[in-house]
């Protein structure tokens, strides 16, 4: 079974996407997965055809008015405060996290569990690499029950996986790399650049997973990011330019690797490592 | 009729707390025996819907009139549903805000803030 390579950074637009969408089509075959449910772009550099789509539903509970007798034993129990009993029983939809509880406690069996909708996934196919993006419904709180889905597609895929995940350090982000092999992650070479790479580092410390850094946007200037990685030992795989001939064609919706880009051996070479680490 | 003021010790002089759901306690006056009394706030300590745990909590005290500098859509639409009526405080004394809302001087507060929740997954 091929590896899983997860792309991530403490902020957002430091170039996981760039990255991730290159590789992706670098390799000879590979499957590209938007975790980024909040913004997914990456399709807008495969515009893959599309040839699944999905609704991905959470249960919420409903309620049975004429079963409810106000015991409020649900309330009680639900540790995210997401039910309250006025005149009756008032339901959070956006605070309740679908954990069934309340469901299964209600003495009345007034409650049962219905579907909400929050987003959509889709699985499409641009030349060599199979798309799968999860999008989030705007207005929904949480994007981690896309993610599983998401995740869940390519549990057992044969060929490299390259997961773009969102940007920072919450639950999202931990829902992104929890299967990974192998970390990639992405910083600027500014002090704000260097202070989001620590954050994340932290988090892929917690969660014992091989690493290395991608210097992205890279000039003469002295790099706040490579000192960070030089003082704690983090290997770096590569340097990307601050280059305004990648720039336009990023800003253009155009893969490097795709175009006559001068340097896209910087993408080959990186690929190379990261196929030697998960080796 | 009880009313209740989030604050921020449990004492008579206390100031007023200004946030509604996450207060430390609240100071509620009985009107029949004019006693006040606090409780603690056991929602201020929530991960997330502590305004709406609040809310209950205040229900659970048959409480029927809130004075606060503030308050949540969530906690707002629990204590609506249970017809209690809310009231904008003025200035940081609680115990002048009982006196100020009994002699007819505070307004009912109709802007309700969108609340702090939904942050994070």
Known sequence: MAAKI???????????????????LAANKAVYVDCDVEEPNGHLFFKPTTIKKEDIFVKIPSIDKNLCTGCKKCVEFCKFNALAYAKELIVFDEVCH???????????????????????????????????TGELKTGEASG??????????????KELVFIDCPPGSACTVMESIA???????????????????????????VFKKPCAVVLNKTTQEKNP?????????????????????????NSNGKIAVRENYSKKSLFYDLLDKVREAVK | MKIAVPVNDNNTKTEICP??????????KDTVSNAFDFIVNEAAESIGGAGIKAAQLLLDKNVEIVLTPRCGENSAKVLADASVKLYRTQG?????NFDLYEKGKLEPLTNIHPGFHGHGG
Do not use: W
């Open chain 1, 144 to 157: 981690v029950p896309i993610i599983k889905n998401l995740l869940n597609k390519v549990k057992d895929e």
């Open chain 2, 92 to 96: 940081n004394s609680a115990m002048e």
């Open chain 1, 98 to 132: 679908s954990c069934g509880g309340c469901v299964m406690i209600c003495p009345q069996k007034a409650l049962n569990e219905k579907d909400k909708f929050i987003g959509t996934v889709k699985t499409g196919i641009s030349e060599n690499v199979k798309t799968i």
């Open chain 1, 6 to 24: 997860a792309v991530l950074s403490g902020k957002g637009g430091t170039g996981k996407t760039l990255v991730s969408v290159n590789l992706a």
């Open chain 2, 19 to 28: 946030s509604f759901g996450r207060t430390p306690f609240y100071m509620i």
């Open chain 1, 225 to 249: 990011s490579e000192e960070f990685c030089i003082k704690n030992g983090i290997i770096i795989f590569q340097k990307i330019p601050f280059d305004q001939e990648l720039g336009e064609l």
């Open chain 1, 179 to 205: 299967d990974a092999d192998f970390c990639l992650l992405v910083a600027e070479p500014t002090v704000f650049g260097s202070h989001n790479l620590e954050m994340v580092y932290e988090l892929i410390k």
